[in-house]
């Protein structure tokens, strides 16, 4: 069983519905790094017409998964928001449980790079992305990504 991960800036925060919608959880997290690995659960309801994980469902887990790195890394008093992605989709994402692993790759006063990759539950990268965020000061109701 993985261990809790240790308090984060994300306590301070209500999870957002998008992201308790994808199942989002925090397993690991090194905020001074700028890296952060989240667990997500994606079921049937997340179906494409061929009857694996739609694409933007797999967007969206790579967006809540840079974004929260560099979230944490500014410890929230600034928040990301994406301006601009490339996104490859490696492989079929089948349903189940999936990895994300973010990192920040370079942090501005206002811009900063980031990536994340996606893994199925046997640990193949099934999709990779790249993302330029605008940091923004202000109230977040959420870890916005």
């Known amino acids: 069983m993985d261990a809790a991960?240790?308090?984060?800036?994300?306590d301070r925060f209500e999870l957002p519905a998008a992201s308790a919608l994808l199942g989002w959880?925090?397993?690991?997290?090194?905020?001074?790094?700028g890296?952060?690995?989240?667990?997500?659960?994606i079921d049937e309801r997340f179906a494409n017409p061929q009857g694996m994980?739609?694409?933007?469902?797999?967007?969206?887990m790579l967006d809540d998964t840079h974004g929260p790195a560099l979230f944490a890394q500014?410890?929230?008093e600034m928040f990301p928001v994406t301006v601009d992605c490339s996104i490859s989709f490696l492989r079929a994402a089948r349903f189940g449980n999936f990895i994300g692993r973010g990192r920040v790759i370079s942090?501005?006063?206002?811009?900063?790079?980031?990536?994340?990759?996606?893994?199925?539950h046997d640990g193949t990268l099934v999709a990779r992305g790249t993302f330029t965020s605008r940091l923004v000061r202000g109230e977040s109701r959420g870890h916005v990504s």
């Open 107 to 120: 942090c501005g006063k206002t811009i900063a790079f980031t990536e994340g990759e996606l893994f199925d």
């Open 53 to 60: 994980v739609q694409g933007g469902f797999i967007a969206a």
């Open 5 to 10: 991960p240790p308090p984060s800036v994300f």
């Open 35 to 41: 890296t952060i690995e989240i667990g997500f659960t």
């Open 74 to 76: 500014l410890d929230g």
């Open 25 to 33: 959880t925090l397993r690991a997290i090194d905020a001074k790094a």
